[in-house]
Each structure stands twice: as structure tokens, then as C-alpha cells.
């Protein structure tokens, strides 16, 4: 009856048009009602927990990053230096905005990020050069939910802290899921692009390649920066968000010399606005969180997990399935807060590992923001890429096929997560 109480409040008050942190404290308060406990102070006291945490600091730094990178030309010389060495292939432009997310998915860690930053600048240069423009949204935005996979993923940050997991190791597993969702996307735009008659940009020299790598040397760095020192124990995942942020600001004041200090008020209120609505979601899903744990709601989903519980692969089919579903209806933060101190009692108990059960999750959750009506990176991708959602899903969907091919690679092997991760984290 309680789990009953709190998806339907939840649900109501979204329905009613309630905010997501909101209806969560809505469905918090409906369920201390039912209980017969209600009490001020519990959810007073729990919105303050939910904020105060150590982990959680890393996520308005790692956006601070983002958008020093954005102001300081970091983005810029990324997407020349890709289009320095594969310009000159027939679908060229394509394979540039795959390579460029692959790198921006390691400097941000954020999907609406990326996908915003790619899309202001390669889009109108692919529609000029004659790519379709509801296929090169699509790609865009289909690159874009790599971020929260590859490391520094703000999603894993969140999934590390609410279910115990730990965000090093969070981190280091997503890199090969990461990797193998930009190959899935290059064979996919390959196939797509063969007969394309669009503008193939002139071949660069040698010297041209060199000055450009040289131009985005600094940028390339950050990536290195960030993985080698979680995997070195240099720092933690929070201390890395203050280096990729002083980095960026560095390079975009001392060398790049883009950024000027007058810019600098409006970076970090546009890093604060960010930050302010993930950090308020996060407290909210707090009160949720411990008044779920109160109700004992992870037993009564057990219950009716129960069948499954004994054969892990079934029970990550089922919960692979219903996340699916979730991700249509609801976005990936929420989705990440809401369920899993619900899911990880279940999966611990079930025997799976909860590193690898956290990469399917954010994986999943990242599908999710594909998906109409909800999917925020499309709903971004639309507005930069001046199309409509119908159009944008007559692009996108070969690109939304291959990132639930590699979910269910992973799925029904998870080898291709675990074995890497034990390498990583020696």
C-alpha cells in the first residue's frame, strides 16, 4: 500500500504540472501522512542532508567546468582539431561531431551540456554543407548522452552517492561502455552517410593536422588529467571537479586568452542556475529516499521482484525493461534518485555487482533522454537544431538502435564492463 501511496502522489503531482523536486517532496509528505508520522522537521531535516555531502560538490564544479570550457574556446579548437584529420571523408562532418563528443563527454560530464555546445556550432555548418538536418540533429544529440556515461559523469556521481557505490570505480567502468557507444555510432553513420552527396571539406596537410592538435593540446590534456588521477589515487572524484574547473579557467585565461575576467560573473551564475536545480532535486530526493527506506518499500519491491531474485540476468531483463519505460516518462536525474535506493537492496540481494548494475542504470537512464515527450537532450537538441520533435525522431532513430544495442551487449555481457574495471582500478 505504501509503494501504491507514493508512485501515485508522485505521479499526481507531476501530472498537475509540479516541478520534479516538488512532487517529490509532495509524495514524501502524502506517504509521512499515510504512515501517521508527519513532521516538519523530518522533512526539514532530510533536505538539509540531502545537500550536504561531500560527493555531491563535485557536480557544481564539474558544471563550472563546463561552462568555462564553453566561454574559454576550449569547445572551438576540439571540433577544429577533429575536423583537421576527418573533414575530408565523405560524411566527414558527422564523424567530426562523434569524435568532438567523445572528447567534450570527458571535460563536462553533462548530456544537455554537450549536446547545446556541438550543436550551436556543427549543426549549421552540417546544413550548410548539405547534410540532412533532421539526421545531423539526430547524430548530435545521440553523441550527446555519452557524457554521462564516460568519466566525469555527473549521473555516476549521483547513482555512487545515493547507493553507496563507489564513483572511482563508477567512473572507471564507464569508460569502455563509453567508447563503445561512439564505435556503435561511427558504423552507424558510416552505413548512413556512403551514398550521401554533401560537401567534403579539402584534405589537410600534415602541417595543418599538427597545428591543429597543437591548438588543442591543452583541451585533449583535461581527459588525461581527470582519469589518470582518480586511477593514480591522486585525487577524488570531487577534488577532480575543482582541477577541471581551475584547469579550464586557466586555459581560458592564460593561454587561450578567450576568456575575459569580465565574463566571469556571468559563467558562474549561469554554472550556479545549472547547479542550484540538480542540487534542490537532490535534496528533495533525500526526504524520499529515507521516508522510502521508513515505509520499508525496497521489501514490498523485492516481493514482487522475488521470482526473478534467483536468476540475476531475468531480474536485469525486468529492471532494464521497466527503466526503459520510466526514462520515457521521467528525466535521468530524478529517475537516478528516485529508484535507486529503491533497486539496490534488490540487486545486492540478487548478487549482481552493484559498480556494473550502476553502468546498465546510467546507460539506460541516458536512452531515456532520446525518448519523446520527456527526453530532455532531444527537447535541447530540437531547440539548437530549429526542428521539431517529430522531425528530430525521423533522424535520430538509428542512432537511438545503436545505444540500446550496446545497453543489451552489456546486458548479456557483463564481462565487457567487470573485466576492464579490474584492470582500471589496480
Known sequence: MALGIFVTSLLGAMALGMPIAFALLASGVALMFFLDMFDTQIVAQNLINGADNFPLMAI???????????????SKRIITFALAFVGHIRGGLGYVAIIASLIFAGLSGSAVADTAALGAILIPMMVKAGYDRNRSTGLIAAGGIIAPVLPPSIPMIMFGVTGGVSITQLFMAGIVPGILMGVGLTIAWAIISRKSEVEVFPRNSAREMWNATKQAFWALLLPLIIIGGLRGGIFTPTEAA???????????????????ISQFFSVLVAASKTTSVVMFLAAAAMVSAWLIAFANIPAQLSDLLGPFVEHPLMLMIVITVLVMIIGTAMDLTPTILILTPVLMPI????????????VLFVLNNCIGLLTPPVGTVLNVACGVGKISMEEIMKGIWPFLLVHTLVLLLLLFFPAIVTVPLQWLIK
Request: proline fraction near 4%; avoid cysteine.
Open 60 to 74: 557544481p564544479f564539474f558544471i563550472l567546468a563546463g561552462e568555462l570550457m564553453n566561454q574559454g574556446g576550449i
Open 242 to 260: 575543482v582541477v577541471a574547473a581551475f584547469y579550464a579557467l586557466f586555459v581560458g585565461v592564460v593561454i587561450y586568452r578567450e576568456l575575459k
Open 347 to 358: 540487486v545486492k540481494e540478487a548478487g549482481i555487482d552493484p559498480v556494473y548494475f550502476g
